[in-house]
């Protein structure tokens, strides 16, 4: 006997990656359907406006991607620090290493010393053409994990390797 299996195609299926149902809470999925009415394909996605004068990418507003961990779909609120960088490792998933540089001030010698502090912020699947190199701007949140607390706001194509002291 043969058995043919068919996958279903939805627009929702492309997102089931993971082993728990991925959904926005905020949205019921389970809406009734009246009988003679005309059913309507839209679906409804909840965005938010982060604030502080960030724009809202266009891939937050119609993609279809689920992160609870994301400013403009998830449950993640930005205060705080307002930093920049530039990304130095891509190979964690949504997340990433922010390089940031800086001078440090020696009395004595009345000279500045080049310095860097690493910090791990996450990266929303909106940004899908981050690349090492490009200049970041997180926004501090709650703590997301063991060593994040800052979430990806804007991203700048900008020049430059990523070991390199490229603000002077």
């Known amino acids: 006997e043969l058995f043919l299996y068919r996958p ?5 299926m492309d997102i089931q990656t993971e082993r728990a149902y991925q959904k926005q ?8 359907r009246v009988l003679g009415r005309a ?29 609870k961990k994301c400013p403009w779909t998830g449950n ?32 004595k010698y009345n000279r500045f010393e080049k310095r860097h502090s690493n910090l791990s912020a996450h990266i929303s699947p909106c940004f899908l053409d981050a ?19 800052f979430n990806v706001l804007r991203i700048a194509k900008q020049g430059g390797s990523k070991k390199q002291f490229s603000k002077f």
Do not use: W
């Open 8 to 12: 279903v195609t939805s627009a929702a």
């Open 25 to 32: 809470p905020s949205i019921f999925e389970n809406r009734k």
């Open 39 to 67: 059913a309507r394909n839209q679906r409804v996605r909840f965005v938010r406006n982060v604030g502080l004068g960030f724009k809202t990418p266009t891939e937050a507003r119609e993609g279809k991607y689920v992160d």
């Open 76 to 107: 993640v609120s930005i205060r705080g620090r307002i930093l920049t960088g530039v990304i130095k490792s891509l190979k964690m998933k949504r997340t990433c290493i922010v390089r940031r540089d800086y001078l440090h001030y020696i009395k």
């Open 131 to 149: 690349a090492i190199g490009d200049q970041v701007t997180v926004g501090q949140c709650r703590p997301l994990s063991k060593t994040v607390r």
